[in-house]
């Protein structure tokens, strides 16, 4: 039977993709290095900007994670498609990861494409940590899909 996220492979919304554990590490440093970002843009109290740099954070981190299982999102809608892995991928326990994900999301969409819209130092300061988190807890989980790989 098939894991509830790999059901995304039959509506075409993952598509197989052979992608090494070096390329997986390379968008890894590149989650890194936004997270590093948020923290700078923070304490130049660009609110807006560490919220945009949070949400990348989060999407690299969870294509790497996508990635180190074989797969690739498809183009067309590829972050909703993203977020819609985590919320079938994640147990119980990182759901608040992944439901803070998908409101960043939003904001994100309205801070490219609305008006209006400021984010404030605490919901700045909360993105950062949320990515920080989200980022931790897909290392982890690519690190156990390692260590399986290299046992098959």
């Not at 609110?47 to 990348?56: F, G, I, Q």
């Not at 498609?81 to 990182?94: N, Q, R, T, Y």
């Not at 994900?101 to 404030?120: D, E, H, Q, T, V």
Request: glycine share 6%; charged share 30%; net charge positive.
């Amino acid at each position: 039977m098939k894991m509830s996220w790999e059901k995304l492979s039959g509506d075409g919304s993952l598509q197989k993709k052979r992608i090494s554990f070096a390329e997986v590490d390379l968008v890894l440093d590149k989650a890194r290095k936004g997270l590093k970002a948020s923290k700078v843009l923070f304490s130049e109290e660009l609110y807006d900007a560490v919220l945009t740099e949070s949400y990348d954070t989060m999407l690299r981190s969870a294509r790497a994670l996508i990635f180190s299982l074989g797969y690739k999102p498809r183009t067309v809608g590829s972050h909703t498609i993203v977020i819609k892995f985590c919320e079938l991928f994640f147990e119980k326990d990182f759901q608040f990861l992944v439901a803070r994900y998908r409101r960043m999301k939003g904001k994100r969409n309205y801070l490219i494409y609305g008006a209006g819209l400021s984010i404030s130092a605490i919901e700045a300061k909360r993105a950062v940590q949320t990515a920080g988190e989200f980022l931790g807890v897909v290392e982890q989980k690519i690190t156990k899909i390692k260590k399986q790989s290299k046992l098959l």
